[in-house]
């Protein structure tokens, strides 16, 4: 099986769980990952070339997808629109639609250069902060779909919302250099970020994605 998984910080405790998982799953030499940005792993689980994956929100009704999400209550501090002319990020498609919805101008920027760019005082507005005061629900930025092997991709979602993820001082401290950030600084980011689908995180993403064939 080949697996996409977004390269932020978001999915950070998820690809701690992973290492665990598939190490004791008896799946480990079946198992291969491709990391990239929301954009890239779109389009590799449209052209078939991973089996599963963290896929943008807006490509989801395409295929199959499991309960396990990257969601934001209130604020995310990841996704802004930015002052500036107006411009996509080429690694984003749902945060990029977003802003369309919300009649947003700006420049968008997600990720982790977006945490950093608010960490180090850069000013924006937050679109899932945007999204909630405009709705009152919380925002699903990606979901974890596939096109095969959906049994065992439906095992790996239910075992992971069920568990609490503790990321290791060694890969925090690791990941958090690698992104020019402290490691307390992460473990804040963390907290506001969510992964089970509640009913008011597919009713917010019934919404959108209404909302999205408007624009």
């Not at 997808?65 to 996509?88: M, P, Q």
């Not at 690698?178 to 963390?190: E, F, H």
Request: with cysteine.
């Amino acid at each position: 099986m080949i697996f996409g998984s977004i390269s932020y910080l978001n999915l950070l405790p998820f690809q701690v769980f992973m290492k665990r998982y598939v190490k004791h799953s008896g799946i480990k030499m079946g198992m291969n990952y491709r990391k990239n940005v929301p954009s890239e792993i779109n389009k590799a689980l449209s052209k078939r070339q991973i089996d599963a994956g963290f896929i943008s929100s807006i490509e989801s009704p395409k295929y199959d997808c499991t309960n396990l999400g990257i969601i934001a209550n209130k604020a995310v501090y990841s996704v802004f629109v930015i002052e500036g002319d107006n411009k996509i990020d080429n690694e984003s498609a749902s945060s990029n639609r977003l802003a369309k919805v919300l009649n947003l101008q700006g420049e968008v920027l997600i990720g982790d250069k977006a945490l950093k760019y608010y960490l180090e005082g850069g000013q924006g507005i937050d679109l899932a902060t945007a999204w909630h005061k405009e709705n009152k629900l919380p925002f699903v930025f990606a979901r974890l779909c596939y096109t095969s092997h959906g049994k065992q991709i439906q095992a790996i979602a239910k075992s992971f919302i069920k568990k609490q993820i503790k990321v290791p001082q060694y890969i925090l401290k690791h990941e958090a250099k690698k992104r020019g950030i402290t490691p307390s600084q992460l473990l804040w980011y963390l907290k506001y970020i969510e992964y089970n689908m509640s009913h008011k995180s597919k009713k917010s993403l019934k919404l959108f994605l209404k909302k999205s064939k408007k624009r």
